[in-house]
């Protein structure tokens, strides 16, 4: 294992600062938060929230029991941006928290893991430190006394590894382990982590430079510790994975659980993306797991998967949204059962006017009777979030009572112009909670609403707003850190080179984006010393057309158009 430093920090070195005010002044993983849910209905969020006092992000800790934010907490470090990548809870309602800190010395992220005791309380901090970036992405709690994180640890511009850690309740390190595939050109990044007595499973996606193109890969621990099997999914075409789920827990140590897992998948060279749907399954003779089948779905547009369930009978729930002309997007729900059949397909479009409308689905839940929860956002209504049900066989008997419509109270504020998205959460008496997230550059906004489970409105939670910093995808320069900024060919086909002037040593990200603002490259992230800078990017199996170059520091931002014509 190569050279990284471990700190575990109890209260010293960190301000807790607390935040009981709106703020009026911003999937899985850019969204500003991340919220989870118990079988009381409690739910819990992370994210980042802007600290007005020093105008960087803290790692925001909430909790809403019964319509009331009964936690609001911020762990902030003083010396950058902050954020909460995942969250979980125990029986006791304290609560855990996964994400990255901002380290002044290397000029990158840390991994950090908290804990805050079930009065909201701090209880500690354990940080893994590299030299580069590094992040903590997903987090579960294995037992009473147990939880584990995975996410990533880097040693090169290009070289990142999956890091996974098993952690006591108390904060002490049991065990951790990095893996990858021993090439200085691969991003190797855990995005997901889930487990069952046993064993934990590990999802995330392996990034070559020389294919230009992520593989889904899965990794399984003993709870010990040792990496007991490794599987890659390689296919022509670039994934993503959007969610990892256990569909049928082993009760045997010898016997792996079976999982499913849903990705979005680019294609190289065109604007076309689907949905990719695989089984891992347990071979009892081999005593291997395996992928069973791999279902694509997907209409020569766009499809995109945002979330997935697993009923009591095994079966996957998976949606989304998928492009659906002339409607544009609509809701998409796909159910397949274990053997890899197509059960049902379910779109669902809003009425408006022309129906050209933008509807798409965030979030899925299934209750007790196997009935199918889905939450998302219509574009063009007033209402905004929607909330369909369906009945296990993908009817809709009761769509007249389920097809509601939220739109929380923001006085002038137009819902339109901010992106949306929403989580639904279950009781265990299968009463449905919708939160809704919005954001946009200036601003992050958290409202919900509780319904019974004929569709009665029960309570509505109260409107959180959170100033945020800009982040607008558009040509700025601040500052006179870099200069000279240029790349040569332009129009080039299929090589340029990217060249700058560093006036001053520190940490550099270079990115190359699409032209809908989707990075689709990074050339570098990582400390430079001052002096000229050059960066060669190779766009073959990328499509002609405009793209951008952003290169970031901590004191500017310079963005510039470059032309690939073949």
Same mark, same amino acid.
Request: net charge negative; glycine share 6%; hydrophobic share 30%.
């Given at each position: ?20 005010? @709106? ?5 899985? %993983? ?118 584990? =994180? ?38 190797? =990044?855990?995005?997901? =982590? ?25 990794? /399984? ?84 998967? /945002? ?8 079966? +996957?729930?998976? /949606? ?5 002309? @002339? ?6 729900? +796909? ?47 007033? %209402? ?7 009945? @296990? ?14 739109? @929380?109270?923001?006085?002038? +504020? ?27 550059? %200036? ?30 995808? /558009? ?89 690939? +014509?073949?």
């Amino acid at each position: 294992m190569r050279h990284k430093k471990i700190a575990h920090i109890m209260s010293v070195g960190f301000l807790c600062l607390i935040f009981n005010f @709106p703020v009026l002044s911003q999937l899985q %993983s850019d969204y500003p938060f991340k919220a989870k849910s118990d079988l009381n209905g409690n739910i819990y969020i992370t994210g980042e929230v802007l600290n007005s006092q020093n105008n960087t992000y803290d790692i925001l800790i909430q909790k809403i029991e019964a319509g009331v934010t009964v936690i609001n907490k911020t762990h902030s470090t003083p010396h950058g941006n902050d954020k909460g990548y995942d969250i979980e809870f125990d029986t006791e309602g304290n609560i855990y928290v996964v994400g990255s800190i901002y380290n002044n010395v290397t000029s990158s992220n840390d991994i950090i893991a908290l804990k805050y005791n079930a009065n909201g309380t701090y209880a500690w901090s354990f940080v893994v430190q590299s030299s580069l970036d590094d992040k903590g992405i997903s987090l579960t709690r294995i037992s009473e006394d147990y939880i584990a =994180i995975c996410g990533y640890i880097s040693y090169q511009s290009n070289d990142k590894n999956f890091y996974t850690a098993v952690l006591s309740t108390n904060g002490v390190l049991q065990w951790e382990h990095e893996y990858g595939i021993n090439s200085l050109t691969n991003d190797d =990044i855990a995005t997901h =982590i889930t487990h069952d007595d046993y064993y934990i499973y590990v999802g995330g996606y392996s990034y070559t430079n020389n294919t230009y193109k992520n593989d889904l890969m899965f990794l /399984t621990y003993s709870h010990s510790g040792t990496l007991d099997e490794y599987l890659k999914l390689e296919t022509e075409d670039n994934e993503k994975l959007t969610s990892f789920v256990i569909s049928e827990y082993s009760q045997d140590a010898v016997i792996k659980s079976n999982r499913y897992s849903t990705s979005e998948v680019d294609k190289p060279g065109t604007s076309v993306k689907y949905i990719m749907s695989a089984y891992i399954k347990f071979n009892s003779i081999t005593l291997t797991s395996e992928f069973d089948w791999v279902r694509i779905f997907g209409n020569s547009g766009v499809d995109i998967p /945002t979330s997935a369930a697993v009923d009591s009978d095994h079966n +996957l729930i998976v /949606t989304g949204y998928s492009y659906n002309p @002339p409607n544009n997007y609509d809701f998409v729900t +796909l159910k397949y059962d274990k053997a890899g059949n197509d059960i049902w397909q379910n779109f669902y479009n809003v009425a408006y006017q022309s129906n050209n409308g933008i509807d798409k689905a965030s979030s899925v839940k299934i209750n007790n009777q196997n009935e199918i929860f889905v939450t998302g956002y219509s574009e063009f209504t007033q %209402s905004q979030y929607v909330t369909i049900k369906y009945n @296990p066989d993908g009817s809709q008997d009761n769509f007249e009572v389920w097809e509601k419509f939220y739109s @929380p109270e923001l006085g002038n +504020l137009n819902l339109r112009n901010l992106n949306k998205y929403s989580y639904c959460a279950l009781d265990s008496s299968g009463n449905p909670t919708i939160l809704a997230f919005a954001y946009n550059d %200036s601003l992050d906004i958290i409202a919900g609403r509780k319904y019974s489970q004929i569709g009665n409105i029960a309570s509505t939670l109260p409107v959180k707003k959170y100033l945020r910093k800009s982040r607008k995808f /558009t040509p700025v320069f601040s500052g006179n850190s870099i200069t000279n900024s240029n790349n040569f060919p332009n129009p080039f086909n299929p090589v340029t080179n990217i060249s700058f002037s560093l006036n001053e040593p520190g940490n550099v990200e270079v990115s190359i984006y699409d032209i809908t603002g989707k990075r689709i490259a990074n050339l570098y992230n990582g400390y430079l010393n001052s002096g000229q800078q050059s960066f060669r990017w190779n766009a073959f199996g990328y499509a002609s057309g405009i793209y951008f170059y952003i290169i970031r520091n901590n004191s500017a931002t310079i963005t510039k158009k470059i032309t690939l +014509l073949k």
